[in-house]
Every structure is written in structure tokens, then in C-alpha cells.
């Protein structure tokens, strides 16, 4: 075992070492070729126990099958439960994608929570700025209904437009006066249960707002209502979009790519949370089918996971879209120093079918018309 060299360095230098690989003699233990490695923590199975699978794309926002994407003895138990109790989490029940999988009848993972996801009733209807969330809708009906929130709405003398405001960030009286707004009349209340309407109307007591004459909102008729979204993307939910395309680059490559020393940084990020996110991700990337790009349309509603180089093919990224809403792009790697493979590989997911095909690219010389 002298001369041997630890399996793990031999990874991390593959470029550094390939010309000299004729002159050494590397061994490596039985144990060492079938021994799996964690993606995430990089711990072996002596260490910790690799019994879960990992879904390429977390079950709450579809399943798949027959190819459901799944990868096995790859991710350790210990990264498997820990992305499965916060960041996954996060990606259904607290993010756009999350609102909108109501919509295709993705029922199964709880309710909505919608800390990160503001949605507000669109500005030309009369109830404009009141704060909604998504609530499962019935049965085999896909048409989701909205709620509101336990909140109140102050009326902006200058424009008469109201703005509501949740529990959690109410203003004070001096804060509400000195921002333009009636902190004493035309006060809309709503309160989900009594209780919170009591906690509601206590809180605002201790920031010296007394109602007296207030409006509680009721809600109207069955007419369709425009919502509108204010979204929050933080490193919570960078770090999930981010396993996905980590996942998705493990299954189509390999686990042996992905344990390059390259990977290193986006690995401790999605795991750690180390490092700054931006360094990452990019959450407003064109959209991925060339069609949507041009036409500013939307040819499908199913999610889309697309690897390929960039920037002279120095840079390997990853463009996720989620029900196709929106794209984000995934910096694996800003300057890849290993073995240069190429790669372009796309796959689209149906929701809520659960169909998985591969996507092709072609010129667009060829597709302009
Ligand atoms: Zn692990």
C-alpha cells in the first residue's frame, strides 16, 4: 500500500495528474471501488448509512414514472433527511412554484405557508393589495382558490389606495402617519379565526391604533379574482433549486464527475449553506424553449432541467424551470479545471402526467423563420 494513492486525491487532481498516471502505481482497495461516496458530505457508507433515495425533482412538486429520476446509494441518510426537513421543505410550501402546484393537482404535501410567496388581489380590482394565499382546492376541481390572511389595511391619504400589512410587520401609529397614511379612519381588518382576530386587534392596541369605526372584509361573490405575487428569493430557496440541478447533473454524468473538486464550492453551498448565494444562482435567466423566448408565451406547464457549458465552455450551468414559470440558472462552476467532457442534456417533466422525455437543442439558424 505503499505507493498507493488515496482514492480521494486522485479525484480531486484528475487534470492535475493525468500526465503523470503512466508512472504511478495506484491501487485501490476492493472497499475503495465499491464504496459509495455522499455527493453532498462526501462521507463513505463506513460512516453513515446510504438507505434513502433522492428524487431529482423533490416529490412535492410531481411524481414520475416510469423514469422517475431517482438517485440510489448517492446521497447518505444524514444529507437525505437533513435537505428533506428544511430546504425541500421550503420549495413546496413556500415558494411561487409552490403556490402553483395546486394548480396541477399536486395535493399531497401540505398546506401552503407562503412566508417567501406575498400574493396580493391585483391593483385593479376593489380589493385591491389585500393579502391572499392559495388553499388546496376540492376534489378533482384544479381551480384554486385564494384566501385571505389575518391582516389590516390603511388607507394612503395621497392616493386613497389601502396597503395591508400582516401580524408580523405591523407599523406603529407614528410609522403609519409619518409614511402618508390614516392611522385612525378607513381601517380594514380580517382575522382567519377569532382568536387571531383578537391577537390582531391587541397588537395594534400596543402600537396606539384603536379602532373605531372598521370595515372586516368579507368576501365577495364567486367571479374570478386577479391575484398578483410578490416573490422573495433567499438562500434557502437558492440552495433547493440548486439540489435539483446537482441531482439532475449526478444522474445524467455520473457520481464520479460530480465528486470532482470543481464541485466543491456549489456541493458546500447546497449542503452548508457556505458561501454567497449570488456566486451561484441567477433567478431571472430567459426562458429555456425557444419558442416561449420569442413569442413571450408559455408552450408548456411542466418543469424543464437543461445542463450545458457556457462562457467558452469554461462554465458549466444548470437552467431549472419549475412548472415552467419561471427560469432560474445554477453556476456549478465558474472555471471547470478538470477532464473536459461535453455536455448537453435536457430533459423535460409533465406535471401532472408524470412523463419524463429528453429535450433536444437545435441551431437557431435553423429554427428562424
Ligand atoms: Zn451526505
Redesign the pocket.
Known amino acids: 500500500m505503499s505507493e498507493s494513492l488515496p482514492a480521494m486525491n486522485l479525484l480531486y487532481n484528475s487534470a492535475v495528474f493525468v500526465h503523470v498516471l503512466s508512472r504511478l502505481t495506484v491501487h485501490f482497495t476492493p472497499e475503495m471501488m465499491t464504496r459509495p461516496v455522499?455527493?453532498?458530505?462526501?462521507?463513505t457508507d463506513s460512516h453513515?448509512a446510504f438507505r434513502g433515495r433522492d428524487h431529482v425533482i423533490p416529490e412535492c412538486w410531481g411524481r414520475f414514472s416510469p423514469n422517475n429520476m431517482v438517485l440510489h446509494g448517492m446521497?447518505?441518510?444524514?444529507?437525505?433527511g437533513?435537505f428533506g426537513r428544511t430546504i425541500e421543505l421550503h420549495l413546496g410550501r413556500d415558494t411561487i412554484e409552490g403556490a402553483f402546484r395546486f394548480q396541477h393537482g399536486i395535493l399531497s404535501e401540505g398546506d401552503f405557508i407562503g412566508r417567501r410567496v406575498r400574493l396580493r388581489i391585483a391593483t385593479d380590482h376593489a380589493w385591491a393589495g389585500l393579502i391572499v394565499r392559495p388553499k388546496p382546492p376540492k376534489a378533482k376541481d384544479r381551480r384554486v382558490d385564494y384566501e385571505p390572511v389575518t391582516q389590516v389595511g390603511f388607507r394612503d391619504k395621497t392616493t386613497g389606495r389601502r396597503f395591508y400589512f400582516e401580524l408580523w410587520e405591523l407599523p406603529s401609529k407614528a410609522e403609519l402617519e409619518r409614511d402618508g397614511f390614516d392611522a385612525v379612519k378607513d381601517i380594514i381588518y380580517y382575522g382567519e379565526t377569532p382568536q387571531a382576530l383578537e391577537e390582531l386587534l391587541h397588537a395594534l392596541a400596543q402600537r396606539g391604533i384603536t379602532i373605531t369605526n372598521p370595515k372586516e372584509y368579507e368576501a365577495q361573490g364567486t367571479n374570478p379574482t386577479p391575484v398578483e405575487g410578490e416573490v422573495t428569493i433567499d438562500p434557502v430557496i437558492c440552495r433547493g433549486i440548486a439540489k435539483i440541478a446537482f441531482n439532475y447533473l449526478t444522474h445524467t454524468q455520473g457520481v464520479d464527475f460530480v465528486l470532482s473538486f470543481d464541485f466543491d464550492a456549489i456541493r458546500r453551498f447546497i449542503?452548508y449553506g457556505e458561501g454567497d448565494f449570488k456566486q451561484f444562482f441567477e433567478p431571472n435567466a430567459p426562458p429555456i424553449l425557444y419558442e416561449d423566448r420569442r413569442f413571450d408565451i408559455q408552450t408548456t406547464d411542466g418543469h424543464m432541467v437543461v445542463v450545458g457549458w457556457m462562457r467558452r465552455i469554461e462554465q458549466l450551468s444548470c437552467w431549472v424551470s419549475p412548472f415552467n414559470l419561471h427560469t432560474y440558472m445554477i453556476i456549478f462552476c465558474r472555471r471547470f479545471a478538470g477532464i473536459w467532457r461535453p455536455i448537453k442534456v435536457g430533459h423535460h417533466f409533465a406535471v401532472p402526467s408524470g412523463d419524463v422525455t429528453p429535450m433536444f437543442s437545435v441551431p437557431t439558424r435553423l429554427l428562424r423563420r
Do not use: A, G, T
Open positions: 455522499c455527493i453532498y458530505c462526501r462521507q453513515v446521497v447518505c441518510d444524514d444529507c437525505n437533513y449542503r
